[in-house]
C-alpha cells in the first residue's frame, strides 16, 4: 500500500504546484528590487539639461518608465503616460534605453512628451542595474528612494487605475 501512497502524494504536490503556476500573471515577475533602493545613476539629459540621477528626486515620489523609440509596445502604452503626465499625480521620468538620442527627440515631437524629463541610457547600463527584461517597463520610487512597484510590458489604462494611482496615492500620505 505504501508504494502507491508516495507516487500519489508526488503527484498530488505537483499538481498543487502546476495550477498555482498557471493562475499566475506572467506580466508579474517578482523583481528583487521592491523594497530595495533604486540603483543609483547619473546620466545626462535629453536637450542636454544637467545630469540626473535618481538622488534628484529624494523625498518625492515618482515613476521611472524604460522606453525606447525603436519599441513598438511603447508606443502602445503612450496615450497611457501622456495621460498620467496631464493629470500632474506624480513626475514622470524616462529612461531611454539604448536609443539614440536624434531619435527619442524625433518620437517625442512626433508622438508628444509625456515626460518631466528623459535620461539617456545609451549603453544600456542602467538598465542593466535596474533588471530591465525589455521595454517597456515601469517603476514606481517612494520618497526615500525605494523601489515599491515594477510593470513589465505596456501600462495599460487599467494596470494605471488599478495599481499605480493608489498605490502613488498611498505613497504620497
Not at 504536490?13 to 533602493?37: H, M, Q, T, W, Y
Not at 525605494?146 to 494605471?160: A, C, D, M
Amino acid at each position: 500500500m505504501k508504494r502507491f501512497l508516495i507516487p500519489l502524494g508526488l503527484f498530488l504536490v505537483l499538481a498543487v504546484f502546476l495550477g498555482i503556476g498557471l493562475n499566475r500573471d506572467p506580466r508579474e515577475v517578482p523583481s528583487p528590487l521592491i523594497g530595495k533602493p533604486a540603483p543609483a545613476f547619473s546620466l545626462p539629459t535629453l536637450g542636454g539639461g544637467p545630469a540626473f540621477g535618481p538622488q534628484d528626486m529624494k523625498g518625492r515620489v515618482w515613476v521611472l518608465n524604460v522606453w525606447a523609440s525603436w519599441c513598438v509596445a511603447c508606443r502602445e502604452e503612450h496615450p497611457v503616460l501622456l495621460d498620467l503626465a496631464r493629470s500632474g499625480v506624480v513626475p514622470l521620468v524616462g529612461l531611454d534605453y539604448k536609443d539614440r538620442p536624434a531619435d527619442a527627440q524625433g518620437w517625442l515631437t512626433r508622438f508628444g512628451n509625456p515626460y518631466t524629463l528623459v535620461a539617456l541610457d545609451a549603453d544600456g547600463r542602467v538598465g542593466i542595474d535596474y533588471g530591465v527584461y525589455g521595454v517597456p517597463e515601469t517603476y514606481v520610487i517612494d520618497k526615500t528612494g525605494t523601489i515599491r512597484f515594477k510593470q513589465i510590458g505596456p501600462v495599460t489604462t487599467e494596470v494605471l487605475n488599478d495599481r499605480l494611482l493608489p498605490l502613488i496615492r498611498e505613497l504620497r500620505r
